[in-house]
Nanobody
Framework: VQLQASGGGLVQVGGSLRLSCAASGSSLRINGVSWYRQAPGKQRELVATISSGGTTNYADSLKGRFTISRDNAKNTVYLQMNSLEPEDTAVYYC?????????????WGQGTQVTVSS
């Protein structure tokens, strides 16, 4: 299973970006998907998760600004990021687990850079 993260870029403070994480594989059944981020010199941290049923969870500090959603028909999960701050600058990674051809997978995407300029 391959995960392709995209949508990152350079944005000014207060701007918005929408990240996408597209999964490809055979006979996919994606259960949970998470977005993580890692800023320079810091540990990777969990941003948001979404279950197969659409239940979402967010890091407390990001509630209200970030929204995770999924399009099951496209095997794609999105992260809408609003009111961006310089502290949101990081490489954003998606992670998904589920089944492909009835075999369990747990995979990471390659990351997409988000830079918020002040």
């Amino acid at each position: 299973v391959q995960l392709q993260a995209s949508g990152g870029g350079l944005v000014q403070v207060g701007g918005s970006l929408r990240l996408s994480c597209a999964a490809s594989g055979s006979s996919l059944r994606i259960n949970g998907v998470s977005w993580y981020r890692q800023a320079p010199g810091k540990q990777r941290e969990l941003v948001a998760t979404i279950s197969s049923g659409g239940t979402t969870n967010y890091a407390d500090s990001l509630k209200g600004r970030f929204t995770i959603s999924r399009d099951n028909a496209k095997n794609t999960v999105y992260l809408q990021m609003n009111s961006l701050e310089p502290e949101d600058t990081a490489v954003y990674y998606c992670k998904a687990y589920g089944f492909s051809d009835f075999r369990y997978f747990d995979s990471w995407g390659q990351g997409t850079q988000v830079t918020v300029s002040s």
